[in-house]
């Protein structure tokens, strides 16, 4: 599978996603640079943490203008799978290629903690690997990560299944005290209505080796590389 | 106006540009006629202590500087070590005390550009951020306000940078009341053979200005920053810079990739004094001059004075030295990262750095007037009177759980979680031991089996009581630290805080810290590599502790096998590995048990550092660390015994209780004052570390060989903290309360 990983100026993730990608997973990546509107080739766009552009105005404000959005906006409507890590989620939020926003952390620090979220749907390409109801142990790293979606939206995204990953504590319980961040419903990884977009505000790509605090971060790897129904591998 | 005549305005300009008259004079000399008024404020900048260290060069010469693993010593903008695997290490701690004090936010963040400048200018990649923290009592508003900014400065600019920010200290002592510190230390890694210096060279080479534009911030903040602050302190916020981190990280990027085309002769950042600090320095150590044309700045308002331009501490910039017929393609580098590039000026051959404007000479100075002919003081150096003893029947001896608890809820020993939270610790995705979890954090390097580790200390609390003897136990600590996570110390870098050097008392405060390091450094043999000196933290008759803050990065052979400092299995046996000889003087324990008597945490002297002894006890616990032999290692430090057994239960989740006969282990069979002296006495040379039962024997061994005291302790295990008869305190009740306390108002 061909990985995309893009780069915007102030985007600060990409090397260790692509390291995971490309040194644990051996999966062909290539950097995209955001000025380009060039995705041949490509099976899976990543738009990785940091702050693109600054983040100034609002997180992903002025990223959405960049021109290879252009070209993931079209990959993504006819179908190809796009993925979103934190600044990559408040992105794809601000170029409408998923529903709902973001705004400041309750308490408006930003945070840097391990949390639990919970797998609510498998029928994502991005959890098809997991179980339902698991419980993934996994970073963040973010001052914008409390979602809000206005009621109606809520009560539509999760008719339709779209709220893949909630923040729930150990032991699976979707608490107020297990919120990170204040998010409405809990909500930590979306899915867009075709399911081919996914987004999520924890870090996958800094928990894929024992040696940086745990592997839960390959279950969402191992699903989008159609690795399904093998446990995820050390 | 000929300066010289009109004596009223030369008072007025020499006041501007922080220089005394006998300074003056001596310029005047040196140049063989009177400096134009641009000239005045470049050398009023360059001479100010914080750029010419004129008040501390005598004594930082006596630190040892030099070791086999050495690949940059102090000089450059930051000092390397070389990491084996053809990497080097390239690291520095920096100050920003005096900008953090009147504008907490960009203070700090700035403090944080400057020092990621530091390292990037020599071609390394930033791979770790660590701060040190000093502020009056947190129940203060002003020093809570103080505090936040700081801690919400350093996370902007850190996080935003995409540098994890993974270890520090944070500590609380009415001394910093009105002069807080904040240092910080960037470390990075380089391929060795990409070191760059910044040294000018090749007469004819162009010399560019990249990054932000240049404005009217931060106008004489060297100047600033090597003066007392005052009520009028507040009116200076126009000298503190505006950071960008953004700008900055499109300036790394844009420096790495310049660099690793090869088409770079030297590159310097604009730090303090801005374009004539970077100019200067940079033909300083080329051996050559620099023509500048100051109408090339790109500016960000009109009207601007070459004196402003030369002056400017705009951040986000960088003096960048390519060989002649490369600019273009440099232009291109840092075009797409969309960043502008100024032609400013060309190397030359005469030792001068002249400052045009179009066609007309501004200012023109010998380069060597403005660096090494500097002035150098060996200012009046006395005393102060001696500490009085501390007299243990004056100090109240509180029940031992209640003292615990006491401690751990303290400002000084709560949890930092609701700092280090706030800090991207794990962007770059190498972060293997993060911050709270150890004595230091550890960091693994890809492509290599090595792991890299660091932490940042001072020890203020005794250089009180002996500046000296304070040094050298901030040097034994920092390499304790390193130590318990199975780490060998490479080198250190060091910042100097301490207040007025025109009092003698401050000067010897100065002499006696350097010496403390000396004398330290040697010992453990770990060389210092980089460093800062902050003189005048001082105001209104309040002074800081002298302060020596101390940097340290060591490697450990594999890092897989790094250990951290929480318990890890019910049943494992706890040892106390070092030195019996603890002290109550200047400990927390006074600070929490007698805080309506100030005065006793000014008595006595500190804890007696046998250097000998603390090298044998860091090599035991490296060894046992990387022989897998102990699965948690802490450095009893501040709080004593009981507390660093409680923080490693805390951290592990696991309770522990002591063995019957702790008290006949510890050598105190009597209550009252002597047992708050065992549990919460404190010293150097100890280690608390956790074995299996069937380890204990080798450990014991070990420790006989290496002629270091073991005493056990106890077991891990159960959900309590078990002193029997004196501490039984409920483990997750006090896991809560520790971790909550510092958020506490």
Not at chain 2, 317 to 334: I, Q
Not at chain 2, 536 to 563: D, Q
Request: aromatic share 6%; charged share 20%; hydrophobic share 45%.
């Amino acid at each position: 599978m061909r990985f995309g990983v893009v780069v915007f100026p102030g985007t600060n993730c990409e090397q260790e996603t692509v390291r995971v990608l490309r040194d644990l997973y051996h999966q062909p990546t290539e950097l995209l640079w955001h000025a380009s509107e060039d995705l041949s080739g490509i099976d899976c766009v990543v738009l990785p943490g940091g702050f693109a552009h600054g983040d100034y105005l609002r997180a992903g404000a002025i990223a959405r203008f960049s021109p290879i959005m252009r070209a993931v906006e079209r990959f993504a409507r006819a179908g190809g799978l796009v993925w979103g890590i934190c600044n990559g989620f408040q992105i794809l939020l601000e170029a409408g290629l998923l529903p709902g926003a973001m705004r400041r952390n309750v308490g408006l620090r930003f945070r840097c903690q391990w949390v639990h979220v919970r797998v609510e749907h498998t029928r994502s390409p991005f959890t098809a690997a997991c179980r339902p109801g698991q419980v993934l142990h996994l970073p963040i790293a973010h001052g914008e990560g409390n979602y809000y979606a206005p009621p109606e939206l809520l009560a539509r995204l999760e008719a339709r299944g779209q709220i893949l990953l909630r923040y729930c504590d150990a032991a699976g319980h979707v608490t107020p005290a297990a919120n990170p961040n204040g998010s409405v419903a809990n909500v930590a990884g979306l899915a867009s209505e075709g399911g081919n977009v996914f987004a999520l505000m924890p870090h996958p790509e800094r928990a894929a080796e024992a040696l940086l605090g745990g592997t839960d971060g390959r279950w969402l790897f191992d699903s989008v590389l159609g690795k399904v129904g093998l446990v995820a591998t050390v | 106006m000929s300066l010289r005549s009109e004596p009223r305005a030369l008072a007025a300009l020499l006041a501007e540009v922080g220089l005394t008259e006998a300074e003056y004079a001596r310029l005047c000399a040196a140049l063989g006629r009177a400096p134009n008024h641009v000239e005045l404020g470049m050398v009023g900048a360059l001479w100010s202590e914080h750029c010419s260290y004129k008040s501390s060069r005598v004594y930082l010469r006596r630190l040892p500087t030099r070791g086999p693993r050495v690949l940059q010593g102090p000089g450059e903008n930051a000092g390397a070590v070389d990491f084996g695997d053809g990497l080097a290490v390239v690291f520095k701690v920096e100050s920003h005390n005096h900008p953090s004090a009147v504008e907490p936010f960009q203070g700090a963040a700035t403090g944080v550009g400057g020092i990621l400048r530091d390292v990037f200018t020599m071609g390394a990649r930033p791979v770790a951020l660590l701060d040190s923290l000093h502020f009056g009592p947190p129940g203060e508003p002003r020093n809570r306000y103080l505090l936040e900014g700081v801690v919400a400065g350093i996370a902007h600019y850190g996080n935003c940078m995409g540098v994890p920010t993974v270890a520090g200290e944070v500590h609380f002592a009415p001394g910093y009341r009105a002069n807080p510190l904040v240092n910080a230390m960037c470390v990075g890694l380089a391929p060795r053979e990409r070191l760059v210096r910044a040294r000018a060279s090749g007469v004819g080479n162009p010399v560019l200005l990249v990054g932000a534009a240049t404005g009217r911030d931060g106008i004489h903040g060297a100047t600033f920053a090597s003066a007392e602050l005052d009520a009028r302190s507040e009116e200076r916020r126009p000298a503190v810079q505006v950071g960008n981190p953004f700008l900055e990280k499109l300036l790394l990027e844009a420096c790495l990739e310049l660099l690793a085309t090869g088409e770079v002769v030297a590159m310097q950042d604009l730090g303090a004094a801005g374009l004539t600090s970077a100019s200067a320095e940079i033909a300083s150590r080329g051996g050559c001059g620099i023509t500048l044309d100051v109408s090339q700045v790109s500016r960000r308002e009109a009207g601007m004075t070459p004196y402003e331009v030369m002056l400017s501490e705009s951040q986000e910039r960088m003096l960048v030295v390519v060989p002649a017929g490369a600019e273009a393609r440099a232009e291109a580098v840092f075009a797409r990262w969309g960043l502008h590039t100024d032609r400013v000026g060309v190397v030359t051959d005469d030792g001068l750095l002249r400052v045009c404007d179009g066609a007309t000479v501004v200012a023109e100075l010998p380069v060597r007037l403005l660096t090494e002919a500097a002035p150098v003081y060996e200012r009046p150096c006395a005393p102060p009177p001696p500490p009085p003893p501390l007299d243990l029947a004056a100090v109240p001896a509180l029940a031992p759980a209640a003292a615990l608890v006491a401690l751990l809820t303290s400002p000084n020993l709560a949890s930092r979680a609701p700092i280090y939270t706030q800090y991207d610790h794990t962007v770059q995705g190498n972060t293997v031991i993060p911050p709270g979890r150890a004595d230091a954090a550890v960091l693994r390097v890809v492509g290599s089996a090595k792991g890299l580790a660091v932490t940042i200390d001072s020890a203020a609390r005794y250089a009180v009581l002996d500046p000296r003897r304070g040094a050298a136990l901030a040097v034994a600590e920092a390499a304790r630290n390193l130590s318990c996570v199975g780490a060998q110390p490479l080198a250190i870098t060091d910042c100097l805080n301490l207040a007025n050097p025109e009092r003698p008392e401050v000067t010897w405060a100065l002499a006696e810290t350097v010496e403390g390091l000396r004398e330290a450094c040697v010992a453990l043999e770990i060389p210092v590599i980089s460093g800062n000196v902050s003189l005048y933290n001082e105001s209104e008759g309040s002074a800081i502790p002298p302060t020596a803050v101390v940097g340290m990065v060591g490697e450990l052979p594999e890092v897989a096998r790094a250990t951290d400092a929480g318990f890890k299995a019910a049943g494992d046996v706890v040892l106390l590995l070092g030195s019996p000889r603890v002290t109550l003087a200047g400990s927390e324990y006074l600070r929490v048990a007698a805080p309506e008597r100030p005065e006793l945490l000014r008595a006595g002297e500190p804890p007696p550092l046998d250097l000998a002894y603390e090298a044998r006890l860091q090599a035991l616990v490296r060894a046992l660390v990387q022989g897998g032999q102990v699965r948690a290692a802490h450095d009893c430090g501040e709080g004593g015994l009981a507390v660093a057994v409680a923080e490693c239960a805390m951290l592990g989740g696991l309770g522990f209780v002591a063995a019957p006969t702790w008290r006949a282990a510890l050598g105190v069979e009597e209550d009252g004052v002597r047992l708050a002296l065992a549990l919460f006495g404190e010293g150097p040379s100890r280690v608390v570390v956790e074995c299996t039962p069937e380890a204990v024997g080798a450990v014991q061994a070990a420790a006989a060989a290496a002629g270091v005291a073991a005493v056990e302790l106890g077991r891990v295990g159960g959900t309590r903290l078990v002193w029997p008869e004196a501490i039984d305190l409920d483990l997750a009740e006090l896991t809560a309360r520790w971790s909550a306390a510092l958020d506490e108002p």
